[in-house]
T-cell receptor, first 111, second 111 residues
Framework: EDQVTQSPEALRLQEGESSSLNCSYT??????LFWYRQDPGKGPEFLFT???AGEEKEKERLKATLTKKESFLHITAPKPEDSATYLC????????????FGAGTRLAVHP | DAGVIQSPRHEVTEMGQEVTLRCKPI?????LFWYRQTMMRGLELLIY????????DSGMPEDRFSAKMPNASFSTLKIQPSEPRDSAVYFC?????????FGEGSRLTVL
């Protein structure tokens, strides 16, 4: 069964304190791993797609990496506005384009 | 483009009533997804369409739930009769084959 597990469930950081979020997955053939950001009361907002092991993508203070079993979202020198829930999702092989989501990591960055 | 548009944003109803949620996808996208989000179960895929045709409805909880996509610019998710355990945020998303773009969600409360 395709499965996505994110850790930690919640993370509290001081402004400027770098850290990483983890997304481990088991999937019947990976056709993409996706990271989303979700603010309270809003829909998930797309951040990155990674397709193969070794691939990296960056956007401002965020960098996503991918291995054969997991992905990391590295947050460098975070600011309070980075506080949100970060969701990881996988697209399994087998046709079509559905995404299977993990439970998310709630990040709080305090000044 | 205005993005994925969902209505209503909030719905409060009583057990046994019919609920209809609506979605207008991004123009040109040929995939449409309905997800449900709760604290306990996270984001769950209910059903998705490709070119207005339902592809996978295995996530629909039971016969009380139904979804239609009569044309490329409109979809509905109907719950009849509604139950308190249906209380959740329902998201519609659309895709052109890559990442999914989500609407702001419809928060349903069934009393």
């Amino acid at each position: 069964e395709d499965q996505v597990t994110q850790s930690p469930e919640a993370l509290r950081l001081q402004e400027g304190e770098s850290s990483s979020l983890n997304c481990s997955y088991t999937v019947s053939g990976l056709r993409g791993l996706f990271w989303y950001r979700q603010d309270p009361g809003k829909g998930p907002e797309f951040l990155f797609t990674l397709y193969s092991a070794g691939e990296e993508k960056e956007k401002e203070r965020l960098k996503a990496t991918l291995t054969k079993k997991e992905s990391f979202l590295h947050i460098t020198a975070p600011k309070p506005e980075d506080s949100a829930t970060y969701l990881c999702a996988v697209r399994p092989s087998g046709g079509y384009n559905k995404l299977i989501f993990g439970a998310g990591t709630r990040l709080a960055v305090h000044p | 483009d205005a993005g994925v548009i969902q209505s209503p944003r909030h719905e409060v109803t009583e057990m046994g009533q019919e609920v209809t949620l609506r979605c207008k996808p991004i123009s040109g996208h040929d995939y449409l997804f309905w997800y449900r989000q709760t604290m306990m179960r996270g984001l769950e895929l209910l059903i998705y369409f490709n070119n207005n045709v339902p592809i996978d409805d295995s996530g629909m909880p039971e016969d009380r739930f139904s979804a239609k996509m009569p044309n490329a610019s409109f979809s509905t998710l109907k719950i009849q009769p509604s139950e308190p355990r249906d209380s959740a945020v329902y998201f519609c998303a659309s895709s052109g084959g890559g990442e999914l773009f989500f609407g702001e969600g419809s928060r349903l409360t069934v009393l």
